[in-house]
């Protein structure tokens, strides 16, 4: 089973991009699902998490405001929509599923989720 995120690219500081990830799981709506990211010599970092149900959204500081999680369960796939873009949010961000329906605030460990999408690279020119 994969998990297959796009809608990456490049886009000017200021700008938006909305990053989608299907999950093609017949258990999709009974799990929670994040987002991470990567950028080059650094360790991962947790982005945010949507609870199996959608109703409870959870956020790292630094994209708090400007991104939103959202999850179509209908369509087995969930949405990270980025707004007011940085040069600092350039990364190679990852969807991922935990087996929790709610991940709460452990959502942010890595170590909680167990499928991983490929990736998709996001780069915001200054």
């Known amino acids: 089973v994969q998990l297959q995120a796009s809608g990456g690219g490049l886009v000017q500081a200021g700008g938006s991009l909305r990053l989608s990830c299907v999950a093609p799981l017949r258990t999709f709506s009974s799990y929670a699902m994040g987002w991470f990211r990567q950028a080059p010599g650094k360790e991962r970092e947790f982005v945010a998490a949507?609870?199996?149900?959608?109703?409870?959204?959870y956020y790292a500081d630094s994209v708090k405001g400007r991104f939103t999680i959202s999850r179509d369960n209908a369509k087995d796939t969930v949405y990270l929509q980025m707004n007011s873009l940085k040069p600092e949010d350039t990364a190679v961000y990852y969807c991922?599923?935990?087996?929790?329906?709610?991940?709460?605030?452990?959502?942010?460990?890595?170590?909680?989720?167990?499928?991983w999408g490929q990736g998709t690279q996001v780069t915001v020119s200054s």
């Open positions: 991922a599923r935990t087996r929790r329906r709610d991940p709460q605030t452990s959502g942010s460990r890595s170590s909680l989720y167990d499928l």
């Open positions: 949507i609870s199996a149900s959608g109703g409870s959204t």
